[in-house]
Every structure is written in C-alpha cells, then in structure tokens.
C-alpha cells in the first residue's frame, strides 16, 4: 500500500508563512509529478502547484511568488513554502502524487489533507 501524509497546515495571521510536508511511504517503485491543491470551502479543488521529478515547477497565478514547491526524492517528500499569506489563501490543502508501486502501474494518491486558515 502507498500513503501521503501531510503535515504543517495551522492558523497565520495575513502576512505570515507556513511549510507543508507530505511524505509518502509504502511499496514505491518510483515516484513522478507531485502536486498540491486546495480546496476552500464551497469551492472546487484547484491546482496550486507541482513539481516534475527533475524539479521543473509550475504554479497557479494567484500563488506566484509568494509561494514555492520543492521536493526531496531520497526522502519521498515534496514540501510548500508559503509566503505572504493572505485570507483568500484558507483552504484545505491536499498533496497529490503519481507514484508507481512495485510491480503495478502508476496511479494517482491523494493525502488526506491538512486545513490552513489565515486571519486577517
């Protein structure tokens, strides 16, 4: 079985920042693109960013600059650095993988979440 579990989602007041971890683990072959959304309330999941495994990035317009995906790929773990918070950041975040298991094909797994909330 394959896991992601997020950690380091919390309160901020506006202006400050946060790091986001998620750490896979089980039976991994190889792990490709990883991702993170978000969801804030009433609204759909939306891509935030990803980051290929040779660590080309892209971002959602309303993140860049302010925040910055990286990953470690000895440690099976992709983070997000958030910078200059702002309230319409609130959301619950979701870290997202397409990892290839031993001897089975490449699927897409999902965290289970970690809810950022940012105070104006």
């Known amino acids: 079985q394959v896991h992601l579990v997020e950690s380091g989602g919390g309160l901020v007041e506006a202006g400050g920042s946060l790091r986001l971890s998620c750490a896979a683990s089980g039976s991994i072959f190889s792990i490709n693109d990883m991702r993170w959304y978000r969801q804030a309330p009433g609204k759909q999941r939306d891509l935030v960013a990803a980051i290929t495994r040779g660590g080309s990035t892209n971002y959602a317009d309303s993140v860049k600059g302010r925040f910055t995906i990286s990953r470690d790929n000895a440690k099976k773990t992709v983070y997000l650095q958030m910078n200059e918070l702002k309230p319409e950041d609130t959301a619950v975040y979701y870290c997202?993988?397409?990892?290839?298991?031993?001897?089975?094909?490449?699927?897409?797994?999902w965290g289970q979440g970690t809810q950022v909330t940012v105070s104006s």
């Open positions: 997202n993988a397409a990892i290839q298991p031993f001897l089975k094909y490449s699927s897409d797994y």
